[in-house]
């Protein structure tokens, strides 16, 4: 039966019930409560394309995984034990949050609201479509919780992440015999630029240019994978570092690519930066996936524990 037909069939089941209506009225709370989350992440996202870019990501990858699984809808409409424990979480994390921040003027404490946003999600999406869920939603959410923190760290990572990438560019170019410096040009009344000469010709390392984007995707899909396999947690560093480091070489080539193409093809320069950015953006994701092992096939059997 398809899955739109499931739901329908099993709301028509449940509407008659008191017990059914006092959950969802439970749910419409919490989701009130989380408003002010939303409208920050909607913000953020429609302000900054490279998180807008990670989030699509995310989506897609738990599409790919639900794909490739085995798992079906039962018991929808139910609170079921996994619902309910992580909408104990939910709360749980919020009051702590709330007596943080009222004795204590810790910012940590301020954070436990995201944990709190994806246990939220989790129980939500648990009790809509039924325990046997578990593991895609335990994984994705998970990972939503994941990019919601690292979303946070944008802003303060951005100048070390430029800094990397102008230094690793510049150690690209000099193997392929290119004349490089990087250095930083201080101008008054306006923010410092690190600048990148190849061949005596200047390039702005912006912000655009720190790779954030393509990173935070692949590290996203590492966190998401390693959950997904219930990987040891020394497997699982391991997994987030090959992540960085496939997002580091992927960002670092198409900076390469643009440079080396900008003399040739500057009357179409912003048409090059953006079929560069694309194409290495997407094979980083595709790399990430494939060398993390993500489903390609469907899967024979499934647990659900």
Same mark, same amino acid.
């Given at each position: 039966?398809?899955?739109?037909?499931?739901?329908?069939?099993?709301?028509?089941?449940?509407?008659?019930?008191?017990?059914?209506?006092?959950?969802?009225?439970?749910?419409?709370?919490?989701?009130?409560?989380?408003?002010?989350?939303?409208?920050?992440?909607?913000?953020?996202?429609?302000?900054?394309?490279?998180?807008?870019?990670?989030?699509?990501?995310?989506?897609?990858?738990?599409?790919?995984?639900?794909?490739?699984?085995?798992?079906?809808?039962?018991?929808?409409?139910?609170?079921?034990?996994?619902?309910?424990?992580?909408?104990?979480?939910?709360?749980?994390?919020?009051?702590?949050?709330?007596?943080?921040?009222?004795?204590?003027?810790?910012?940590?404490?301020?954070?436990?609201?995201?944990?709190?946003?994806?246990?939220?999600?989790?129980?939500?999406?648990?009790?809509?479509?039924?325990?046997?869920?578990?593991?895609?939603?335990?994984?994705? %959410?998970? &990972?939503?919780?994941?990019? $919601?923190? *690292? #979303?946070?760290?944008?802003?303060?990572?951005?100048?070390? @992440?430029? =800094?990397?990438?102008?230094?690793?560019?510049?150690?690209?170019?000099?193997?392929?015999?290119?004349?490089?410096?990087?250095?930083?040009?201080?101008?008054?009344?306006?923010?410092?630029?690190?600048?990148?000469?190849?061949?005596?010709?200047?390039?702005?390392?912006?912000?655009?240019?720190?790779?954030?984007?393509?990173?935070?995707?692949?590290?996203?899909?590492?966190?998401?994978?390693?959950?997904?396999?219930?990987?040891?947690?020394?497997?699982?560093?391991?997994?987030?570092?090959?992540?960085?480091?496939?997002?580091?070489?992927?960002?670092?080539?198409?900076?390469?690519?643009?440079?080396?193409?900008?003399?040739?093809?500057?009357?179409?320069?912003?048409?090059?930066?953006?079929?560069?950015? %694309?194409? &290495?953006?997407?094979?980083? $994701?595709? *790399? #990430?996936?494939?060398?993390?092992?993500?489903?390609?096939? @469907?899967? =024979?059997?499934?647990?659900?524990?």
């Amino acid at each position: 039966m398809p899955l739109r037909q499931q739901l329908i069939q099993s709301f028509y089941h449940k509407k008659a019930s008191t017990d059914f209506w006092m959950q969802v009225a439970v749910y419409a709370c919490m989701a009130a409560m989380f408003w002010p989350i939303t409208v920050w992440l909607a913000s953020s996202t429609e302000g900054q394309s490279r998180l807008l870019n990670a989030l699509g990501v995310l989506i897609f990858a738990t599409a790919l995984l639900l794909k490739f699984s085995t798992t079906a809808v039962n018991s929808a409409f139910s609170l079921n034990n996994a619902a309910s424990r992580t909408l104990y979480a939910t709360f749980i994390l919020i009051l702590l949050q709330i007596v943080g921040n009222y004795f204590t003027d810790y910012a940590a404490f301020s954070l436990l609201g995201i944990p709190a946003y994806a246990c939220g999600i989790a129980s939500l999406l648990l009790f809509v479509f039924g325990e046997s869920t578990k593991r895609i939603v335990i994984t994705s %959410t998970t &990972t939503f919780g994941c990019f $919601l923190l *690292l #979303s946070t760290c944008m802003q303060t990572v951005d100048w070390p @992440l430029r =800094t990397i990438a102008g230094k690793l560019s510049e150690g690209a170019l000099k193997i392929i015999g290119q004349s490089t410096q990087l250095g930083i040009l201080d101008t008054a009344n306006a923010p410092d630029k690190l600048i990148l000469f190849v061949n005596e010709r200047p390039f702005h390392v912006a912000s655009e240019c720190n790779g954030f984007g393509v990173i935070l995707s692949c590290l996203l899909i590492a966190c998401m994978l390693s959950i997904y396999h219930r990987i040891c947690p020394l497997h699982f560093a391991l997994n987030l570092l090959l992540g960085v480091a496939i997002g580091f070489a992927l960002n670092t080539l198409r900076i390469v690519i643009i440079i080396l193409l900008a003399p040739v093809v500057m009357d179409h320069y912003d048409l090059m930066h953006e079929v560069i950015g %694309t194409i &290495t953006y997407w094979s980083a $994701l595709i *790399l #990430s996936w494939i060398a993390l092992k993500g489903p390609t096939r @469907l899967e =024979t059997t499934e647990s659900i524990a």
